[in-house]
């Protein structure tokens, strides 16, 4: 018996050439819940006394999302297809054809 696995549009948004997806949107939502959760965590005593700004989480949603970013495709290169991106090196640079890896990206952020 064969699991059937919903089939749907990855492309939420099309605007003109410009295509936005579903997984840039998870993004931008999971990225403005942890500045808002950052935000709300700074008014409590403990994180002030411990010395937090609002710029300090600033820095460190930056950091996560160059680590989301760069370990999700180096992810997808190493674990989804190293032998054709080995054979044609410049092709990592084509992030417009997609490829990110969900683990890759965990393991940019840790």
């Known amino acids: 018996m064969a699991i059937n ?36 965590r700074l008014k409590q005593a403990s994180i002030q006394q411990a010395g937090w700004s609002f710029k300090d989480i600033e820095d460190l949603l930056f950091a996560g999302v160059i680590g989301v970013i760069l370990g999700g495709r180096l992810g997808y290169i190493v674990f989804y297809m190293p032998g054709h991106y080995l054979a044609n090196p410049l092709d990592v640079l084509r992030v417009w054809e997609g490829g990110m890896s969900f683990h890759g990206g965990f393991i940019g952020v840790l």
């Open 5 to 40: 696995h919903p089939q749907f549009d990855p492309i939420a948004i099309s605007l003109g050439p410009l295509d936005i997806h579903w997984y840039g949107l998870m993004y931008l939502m999971a990225f403005g819940q942890f500045l808002l959760l950052g935000h709300l």
